[in-house]
């Protein structure tokens, strides 16, 4: 079984331009979540995902960043326009259902640098 | 607010034993994980616990107090490969049962 796929495994681009990420979940795993972790902190919610719809997005920072799930699939985080701050490591999430210890699985992340 | 601390580095010898301790204040409690990350890897699943007590999976144990917002992570026998870091998670009771993270123990394994 494949895991929850992150694509890229890094990206480098300037202040001001648009990044998307794109995270591909275990088949069959309703919950998608996107977490992000910038340097020295710890890793934080962004926003939550059950099939198409945002369960939850309190944790994202503001307006450029906007999160899809088209179809209940994979899902893509865009950021736009990108500012230095946003620079980090973001991390996808999938679990089945919410059942209590089923744990989600996470992607590699997809290391971002504004520069 | 939600708060969860833990050490920011630890130190051990290959074969010994190692705590890992985590407390935590949160809003919200309907369980606490334990993720193993090795640098630039996923932060994979370790252990949970939802009712104070050890949870007992091989070299891996995790305990839990609710009452005193305690947990650990107890490694036995060390091995070089289990240099990594350690991350301490609360899950929220809100509707979208978010993970709140610790800031993570890095885990030095030497031999």
């Known amino acids: 079984e494949a895991g929850v796929t992150q694509f890229p495994s890094h990206s480098v681009i300037e202040k001001g331009q648009t990044v998307t990420l794109r995270c591909d979940p275990i088949?069959?795993?309703?919950?998608l979540y996107w977490y992000r972790r910038v340097m020295g902190k710890e890793i934080k919610f962004l926003l939550h995902?059950?099939?198409?719809?945002?369960?939850?997005e309190s944790g994202m920072p503001n307006n450029r960043f906007l999160a899809e799930r088209t179809g209940g699939t994979y899902s893509t985080l865009k950021v736009q326009p990108a500012e230095l701050e946003d620079s980090g490591v973001y991390f996808c999430?999938?679990?089945?259902?919410?059942?209590?210890?089923?744990?989600?699985?996470f992607g590699q992340g997809t290391r971002l640098t504004v520069v | 607010g939600q708060n969860i601390d833990q050490p920011t580095e630890m130190t051990a010898t290959e074969g010994a034993i190692v705590q890992i301790n985590c407390t935590y204040q949160?809003?919200?409690?309907?369980?606490l994980f334990w993720y193993q990350q090795h640098a630039g890897e996923a932060p994979t699943f370790l252990s949970y616990?939802?009712?104070?007590g050890l949870e007992e999976k091989g070299r891996f144990s995790s305990f839990l107090s609710r009452s005193k917002g305690y947990s650990y992570l107890l490694l036995k026998e060390l091995q070089m490969k289990d240099s990594a870091s350690y991350l301490c998670?609360?899950?929220?009771?809100?509707?979208?049962?978010?993970?709140?993270f610790g800031s993570g123990t890095r885990l030095l394994v030497r031999p």
């Open positions: 999430a999938s679990s089945q259902d919410q059942m209590a210890g089923r744990e989600a699985f």
């Open positions: 088949s069959g795993h309703d919950n």
């Open positions: 995902f059950v099939k198409e719809s945002k369960q939850d």
């Open positions: 949160t809003s919200g409690f309907n369980g």
């Open positions: 616990n939802v009712l104070d």
């Open positions: 998670a609360v899950r929220d009771l809100g509707s979208s049962y978010k993970l709140i």
